[in-house]
C-alpha cells in the first residue's frame, strides 16, 4: 500500500503559510501559558524539596504541622539539644544541635505593601550544621550575642531595608544588617540573627523547633517513636526534605490543580481551533484529494497524510510554546506560602520535565485535532471531490 | 444591505462555525472566571467599613496584643467600641476542613458589625450561651450544620488538656451584607476561650490578636489611629492602627504575584484564540471571493462588501462571547460553593460580564478588519476570475 509522499505533507503546510502560522503561534499561546504555570511549580518545588536534607532532623512540639505553631521552653529544648545520643558531633565534641526561634513579622516591601518576613533567631552550632550550604556573600556573619542580623539574598531589593548597613528594628529594638547569605533552601528569604537577642527582642522566650545532624545510620524510626512517646518533651521528628515537602503542599497543589484545569480547558480549545483549522484546509483542498484518490491512494494513507500534517502542526506549535515560554526562565516572583503564612520568593524554572510535557501535550493537541478531519478526508468519494463547483 | 446573507454565510459551514464559536465561549468562560477569582480574592477590601479600624501588633501577624488594651484603647476620644477578635485556627475532623473562627465579644459583636444579619435562631442567644457559636451560612451549605447542632473544632494552637476538640453550639446562622465578612466563618465568645485558658484546660496564647475599633460619628479616622499607635509605642507591644480596608489590604498584598499570574493567563488564553479566529475568518473571507465578485458585480459598493465580512466576525464573536459569558454567569454559584473554602467572594460581577463581553466584540472587531478590508478592496474581475 503505497504511502502519501511526506512532501505533499510539507508542501501544503508551506502552501498556506499565513494559516499555518496563525494556527502555530495560536497553539504555540495556549502551549506557553500551561508551561508557564508548570515551570513555576518547578521553579517552587526546586527551591523546597531539592534542597531538604535527609541527615538533618526538625523537631516539633507533638500535634504542631508547622515551626509557627510549635513551641518548646528552654529547659525542655536543652534536654534536646543536649541529650540526643543520635546527634553527630562536631571536631570539639560539641553536639550539632541548634534551638531556633521563629516569627514571621511584618515588613514593607519595596513595592508598597507589606509582607510576612521570616525571622529566624539561632545558637552558633547552626553555622557548623549548614557548613557549606550557607554562604555570606557580603558583610559577615552577626556576631553571638549582638544586635546584628543577615539577610537572605532573596530578600534584598524586594523587602525595604533589606541590604547591607540597613536597620531592621524588631519591636522596639533596632538590628544592623551586617551580611547578605545565599542558601539552597526557602532559608534565603528569611533574615537570621542571634536566638537569645531576638528572643528578647520580641519577647518569645522558649523556641519554636529544635534541628539535629544525625550521625550517619541511625536508627530515624526508633529516634522518631522514643520521642513521640516521650513524657516530659513528647515531639514530633521529621527530616528536614520531610518537612520542607510537607510545607509547601497545597501551593504546589494549588499550582498543579490550576494548571491540570486549564490544560484541560485551553486544551478543549485548542483542538476546537485545531480541528477547525484543518477541516478549513481539507475543504479547500478537496479536489486534490479526490486526484489523490484517482491515481491510486488508499483511504487510509490519505488518513495518515493529514493526521500527519496535524500532527505536524501540533509539533510545530509545542515547539513556538517553549520558545515562547523560554524568557521566563529565572524570573522571580514572590507569594506568600499559605501552610506557613509567609512570603517565599521564588523564581519560574524552564526544566526538562516542563518542555517535554509542552510538546506532548502539543503533540496530542494536533493528533486529536486531526483525527476527524483525517476521517473526514478518507472517506471522500474520487467522483464527489473531484467534481467542480 | 443584504442582511440574511451573513446569517447564511455562518450556516454555510456549520460545523466549522460551531467549532469557532465554542472555542470562543470556552475561552471568555475561562476569562471571566479568572477575572471573577481576582475579585473574590480581593472582595474584602471593597466592602471594607470607613468607620471601623483595626489595631494589631506592630510586629507580626503571629504575636497578639495585651487584653489590658482593650480598655486602653477603648478611653481614646472617638472611639465609641471595641471588639475582640482572636484567629483560633482550628479545623473540622480534617485539616483540609478549614475556615476561619474568630473568638469575638459577644456582648460588642452586633454593634461592631452591623452587616451581620442572624437569619436563623435567636440573635440573643449568641451572649446568653458561653459555648455559643455563629456561623455563616456557607456552612450551613458545606456541612450540613443547623441550629442546635454542636460542632466540634480540633485545635492548632489553643491544645486542650484532655487532648480532644473544642465543643461549640451553633446559636444562629448568619450572612453579611457586605464582602469584607464573609458567609463561611464561625463566631464564638472570646470569654469561653479565655476561661478554659485561665482554667488550665486548655494552653496557648492568652492575648488577643486584634481589636476592631468602631468610631463615635464625626471622629477623626487619623488621629484615632495615631493615638492609639502613641499610646504602645515604648512597650510592651507597639501596634499599628489601620482601616479596615487596610487591613484587609495587607491580605491581598501576600498574594503577591497571584493576581499577576492569573491575569497573564488571560491575556494567553486570549492572544491564542484571537488567532484562531483571526485564522477562520481569513480563511472564510478566501473561501467568499467569488461570492464577493458575484455580490459587487450585482451593484453593491464596497461598504457592503466590507460590512457583510465585518459583520459575520461580529456576529460569530458576540454569539460566542455571550454564551460565554451566561455560562459564567450560570456556573457562578456552583463554583462559589466550590471555592467558598479558598475565595469566599467569588462573584461574576457585572464588569466581569461587561468585560467579556467587549473582549468578544473587540476580538471580533480585529479578526473582521483583514478580512473585510480585502473584501472592500476586491476587483469584480479579480473575483470572479476562475480558479487557474
Known sequence: ?389 | MPWHLIARNLLAHPVRTLLTASSLVIAVFLICTLRSLVVGLTAGVEGAASNRLVVQSAVSLFVDLPLAYQGKVAQVPGVRQTCKFQWFGGYYQDPSNFFAQFGVDADRFYESYPEVEVLEGDPAAFLATRAGCLIGRDLTRRYGWKVGDRVPIKPTIFQRADGGAWEFEVVGIYRSRTSNVDDATLFFQHDYLREALEQGAASGPPGVGVYMVTLAPGADLVAVSREIDVLFENGPQRVQTTTEAEFQRQFVSMLGGVPTLLGSIGGGVLFAILLAVLNTMLMAGRERTRDLGIIKALGFGDGVAFALLMLESLLLCGVGGAIGVGLSLLSAPAFRQGLSQMVPGYAVTDETAALGLGLSLLLGVIAGAAPAWRAGRLRVIQALRPEA
Open chain 1, 1 to 389: 500500500m503505497a504511502l502519501v509522499p511526506l512532501t505533499y505533507t510539507f508542501r501544503s503546510l508551506l502552501e498556506r503559510r499565513s494559516s499555518t502560522a496563525l494556527t502555530v503561534v495560536a497553539m504555540g499561546a495556549t502551549v506557553a501559558t500551561l508551561a508557564g504555570v508548570l515551570a513555576l511549580q518547578q521553579g517552587f518545588q526546586t527551591l523546597f524539596t531539592a534542597s531538604g536534607r535527609e541527615d538533618l532532623l526538625v523537631i516539633l512540639r507533638k500535634g504542631a504541622n508547622a515551626e509557627g505553631e510549635s513551641g518548646f521552653s528552654r529547659d525542655r529544648a536543652e534536654v534536646l539539644l543536649k541529650g540526643l545520643p543520635e546527634a553527630a558531633a562536631d571536631a570539639d565534641g560539641r553536639p550539632l544541635t541548634s534551638g531556633e526561634m521563629y516569627l514571621a513579622v511584618r515588613r514593607p516591601k519595596e513595592d508598597g505593601g507589606e509582607t510576612n518576613v521570616p525571622i529566624r533567631g539561632v545558637q552558633p552550632q547552626t553555622f557548623a550544621i549548614h557548613g557549606e550550604r550557607l554562604r555570606v556573600v557580603e558583610g559577615q556573619r552577626f556576631g553571638p550575642g549582638t544586635d546584628e542580623v543577615i539577610v537572605g539574598r532573596s530578600l534584598v531589593g524586594r523587602i525595604r531595608d533589606c541590604r547591607l548597613g540597613a536597620v531592621i528594628q524588631l519591636n522596639t529594638t533596632p538590628f544592623r544588617v551586617v551580611g547578605v547569605f545565599e542558601h539552597d533552601g526557602p532559608y534565603g528569604s528569611e533574615v537570621w540573627g542571634d536566638a537569645d537577642r531576638m528572643s528578647e527582642a520580641l519577647q518569645r522566650p522558649g523556641f519554636n523547633r529544635v534541628i539535629a545532624q544525625v550521625v550517619p545510620g541511625a536508627d530515624l524510626a526508633a529516634l522518631q517513636a522514643r520521642l513521640d512517646a516521650d513524657k516530659q518533651v513528647p515531639c514530633k521528628v521529621m527530616t528536614e526534605r520531610a518537612y520542607l515537602s510537607a510545607q509547601t503542599g497545597a501551593l504546589s497543589a494549588v499550582l498543579l490543580s490550576l494548571g491540570f484545569v486549564l490544560a484541560l480547558i485551553m486544551g478543549t480549545a485548542a483542538v476546537l481551533t485545531g480541528t477547525n483549522t484543518m477541516l478549513a484546509a481539507l475543504a479547500a483542498r478537496t479536489h486534490e484529494v479526490g486526484v489523490l484518490l484517482a491515481i491510486g491512494f488508499r483511504p487510509l494513507p490519505i488518513f495518515l497524510s493529514f493526521l500527519l500534517e496535524s500532527t505536524l502542526l501540533g509539533l510545530m506549535g509545542g515547539v513556538a510554546g517553549c520558545l515562547m515560554v523560554l524568557p521566563l526562565d529565572g524570573l522571580r516572583t514572590g507569594t506568600t506560602n499559605f501552610n506557613t503564612f509567609t512570603e517565599v520568593a521564588f523564581a519560574f524554572r524552564i526544566t526538562p520535565t516542563v518542555l517535554v510535557t509542552a510538546v506532548v501535550f502539543a503533540l496530542g493537541l494536533g493528533i486529536v485535532g486531526g483525527t476527524v478531519p483525517a476521517l473526514v478526508a478518507a472517506r471522500l468519494r474520487p467522483t464527489q471531490a473531484l467534481r467542480r463547483e
